[in-house]
């Protein structure tokens, strides 16, 4: 793909998410019409059903060929040119006001991440990266920490809605807490991975996300100078168990201290 191919699709990313960002900024302190999706603690808002609509319009009038794989609406069809979007990343901590939560909108051509953007959409930050491009926050260019020590590294984590995964992690969490200088759950996923890119974390691991949460992201450290894997060190692929990301040097120290499980509870 050309870089102006590229660049084009980067910026209708993120004309996209900055419509779906406004979304978000209206309806702060207004009523969001909360309901629950799998349990009581996985929300669903009208927030994050009209950012996803805004989005996908957005999109398709672009590419009408494309598809859009989006957390509220599903993929419908299939085609070489696959948006991967969270329109709301972070829902919870949107429905309480605590000021953690972004679109996500990644672009995968033929299985590959060509373009990532992730919006905080409180503060107005804005993520991007392209496949060879580099990474960047609100323009310019960002990078991983260098750290190599584990014990001086700031991590982080985010628990599934599912109480199985989510207690297996907890057990990790408690070992972790240990072994690092501070660890924390900020719950957004595509917004930890941005840190991890921009050196505000050395590294975040989380068991169970899906595609929606990471495309983005996972392009943002890659491009950011680090490392995204699967449990077992393999690069990581979208929809796998279990995701680790840091900034290189402290990927295997990290993986091996995780003593992730085989195969995590769904
Ligand atoms: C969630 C957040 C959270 C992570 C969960 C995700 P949502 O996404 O990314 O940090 O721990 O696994 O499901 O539901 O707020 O879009
Ligand atoms: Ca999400
Ligand atoms: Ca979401």
Request: hydrophobic share 40%.
């Amino acid at each position: 793909m050309s870089v102006d191919t590229q660049r084009e699709f980067l910026h209708t990313a993120i004309r996209a998410a900055q419509a779906a960002a406004r979304i978000h900024q209206h309806y702060v302190g207004r009523d969001l019409g909360i309901a629950t999706k799998s349990n009581e603690i996985d929300l669903v808002t009208h927030v994050d059903k009209e950012s996803e609509a805004r989005i996908r319009e957005v999109l398709l009038s672009a590419y009408p060929d494309h598809v859009v794989l989006g957390e509220e609406g599903g993929q419908d069809g299939d085609a070489p040119y696959r948006w991967v979007v969270d329109p709301l990343d972070g829902t919870l901590n949107y429905a309480h006001g605590f000021p953690f939560y972004c679109v996500s909108i990644g672009l995968e051509v033929h299985g590959q991440l060509e373009v990532g953007v992730v919006l905080d959409s409180f503060h107005d930050n804005l993520f991007t990266a392209t496949r060879g491009g580099g990474a960047f926050l609100n323009g310019a260019p960002i990078s991983v920490t260098t750290e190599t020590d584990l014990r001086k590294s700031m991590l982080a984590t985010g628990f599934a809605y599912n109480l199985g995964t989510a207690s297996e992690n907890v057990e990790i969490f408690g070992r972790m807490m240990g072994r690092c200088r501070a660890l924390r759950r900020p719950g957004a996923a595509a917004l930890d991975l941005a840190y991890v890119a921009c050196g505000r974390l050395d590294g975040f691991w989380e068991l169970k996300l899906n595609p929606w949460d990471v495309a983005a992201g996972v392009l943002l450290v890659t491009e950011a100078g680090g490392r995204v894997t699967g449990g077992e060190g393999r690069p990581y692929r979208l929809g796998e168990g279990v995701l680790v990301a840091t900034n290189g040097p402290l990927h295997d120290t990290l993986l091996s201290a995780l003593e992730l499980p085989a195969s995590p509870i769904h």
